[in-house]
């Protein structure tokens, strides 16, 4: 994981529905029975959600997911845009042109550019063009934006269209001057160039997406996200995973504020039904960063709490956990190696134990104490929603172990701090020991899969 000043960032080493948008007084199948060109003018619906910012605080998680509401237009560089826009509620929606990519040698063109716009006539022109978006914050006003010129539209699959296959297949070809393409389900956006959609065109698109929307309810259910209160409804809008350009040197894939990014070289997983079901751990790690809540998550943990939600998307498409994976050197499988460390000397969670190792005692908090283990946890700490300092390692590892016993109704001090050597200061004891609860009839600690 690195730190920048305006995001956190965390690194994978080694490694729409038809209502995405609307046309308005054509309907569906008319929109794609034919290719949408600046003559058409197509109107889009936008619909007030909250912002990603608001829901990052909501859910209590350390990422903002994304708040783009996909257009399906296509702006060359440095091209008049010219729109029309009509405010619902008095809100006025955001335009966004360009695509993610943190990692670009041209710092332009590392994220989407952001444009004001005003009620009526608005002419836009990007330097770099891109894929075009939309934002509205709010909570459920309806406002249209009518483009009048100066876009193209993007060749597009839209999960739950009448022959959507047959229809990408034809918008592919005939989108060749086009350098992005766009996946959509009704939770997720994927946006890659034409010559990586290309690779990998003969996949069953509605069974690729069909996983994408699997997956994110994989994470949406391990993280609680049931709606039984207004702060566990799921997260609006859409997660978007996005083909980069580059990522650095040993890094397979990455997640940072609104979005995942994958390189060329992870797309045989990303969009291959076969490889995202049976190889795609990548993108259930990095997806799984979206979700993770801050208040437990003390910086070494940031690549091992990320880890719930990848082995609740194994469970979901079952698939063999990488916690019963043997080691090629040792023959032991991550349970098996980490107990034989257990009482040795300067034993310490931090240093002693590999990146698998350090999962296993989340696994088997739920195996001692049930498969809701960590969606209740989500939905308390939501609730409580408390805050500590980014630099405060001590309170997050102190919020766990307390956070952990409250929902296991037993005293895990054993667990934490003498089986596993996890970092409780003296503080973390105490508040561990006010809670006056029974020590558990079976050690978690000798609990495996």
Known sequence: ??????????????????????????????????????????????????SAEAERLRLAQALRGSEFQPTGRYASPGAA??????????????????????????????????Y??????????????????????GDGERSRVRFLSGTREIPAFRLGERDAEARFQKRLDAGAGLPVVELYSPHAIVTLTREGALLHRSQDHSALLGLYETIIDSHARIS?????????????????????SKVPSGVGAYATHGYNGFPRAYLDRALTVEGLRTRGWGLYHELGHLHQQFAYKAEALTE?????????????LDQPSNLLTPDAATGLNPFQSSRAKFGTAGLS????????????????????????????????VREENPRSDHTDSAKRYRALA????????????????????FPIDATGKAELAALGLPRPAVDPGTLSD
């Open 1 to 50: 994981m690195t730190s920048h000043p305006l995001s956190r960032r965390s690194l994978l080493a080694g490694t729409v529905a038809a209502g995405a948008f609307t046309v308005l007084g054509s309907g569906q199948d008319a929109a794609a029975a034919q290719p949408l060109t600046a003559t058409t003018n197509p109107q889009i619906t936008v619909v007030g959600e909250p």
């Open 224 to 244: 609680g996200l049931d709606g039984s209160k207004p702060q566990h409804a799921r997260k609006a809008g859409r997660y978007h995973f996005t083909e980069v």
């Open 116 to 137: 004001t716009l005003t009620t009526g006539d608005n002419t836009v022109s990007d330097p770099h063009g891109g894929p075009v978006y939309l934002s509205l914050a």
């Open 304 to 316: 091992v709490t990320v880890n719930i939600y990848s082995l609740a998307a194994q469970r979901t």
């Open 402 to 421: 307390t956070y952990s016993s409250r929902i296991a109704r037993h005293d895990l001090t054993d667990f934490y701090v003498h089986t596993w050597a």
């Open 81 to 114: 845009v010219t729109l029309r826009v009509e405010a619902g509620g008095g809100l006025i929606p955001t335009l966004w042109i360009g695509q993610w990519d943190y990692y670009n040698d041209d710092d332009t063109l590392q994220q989407p550019r952001k």
């Open 349 to 380: 969670y931090e240093k002693s134990f590999g990146a698998y190792e350090k999962l296993v005692p989340l696994r088997q908090l739920e195996l001692a104490f049930g498969d809701d283990f960590w969606p209740r946890l989500h939905r308390l």
